[in-house]
């Protein structure tokens, strides 16, 4: 049986960058992850249902998140200012539904389409 439309959790994915030093994805990960637990709490950070997906490409990556915690998301990313003692900055670069466009701003995807191109009959 399928959920009805109204009944399914509506999600948003986020395109972040890190301007900085190199950073590789788990360190990345791991202090998104906690810097969002120490801003919202845990029962917070399991409702916003967040998903990095092992995206990665030059210093960029994407998180799913639910509709109503992506501004919280954005949030953290002002928060965190260091990463293994290195100094950053996380940037959000592009919010949207559709994981394909998401994957458009990650760049180099050969599969994805230029949306700004196609026609949708509009």
Do not use: Q
């Not at 590789?24 to 998104?32: E, L, V």
């Not at 998140?65 to 998301?73: G, S, T």
């Amino acid at each position: 049986m399928k959920f009805l439309p109204v009944l399914k959790e509506k999600k948003r994915y986020i395109v972040f960058e890190i301007i900085g030093a190199k950073i590789n994805f788990t360190d990345a990960k791991h202090n998104i992850l906690n810097a969002l637990k120490d801003f919202i709490g845990e029962y917070g950070s399991a409702n916003a249902g967040i998903i990095i997906l092992d995206e990665w490409r030059n210093e960029k990556g994407i998180i799913k998140v639910n509709i109503k915690y992506a501004d919280f998301l954005k949030s953290t990313f002002l928060r965190i200012s260091n990463i293994k003692k290195e100094k950053v900055i996380i940037r959000s670069v592009y919010t949207t539904g559709i994981l394909k466009k998401a994957k458009l701003y990650l760049g180099g995807d050969k599969n994805a389409t230029n949306y700004e191109s196609s026609d949708y009959g509009l």
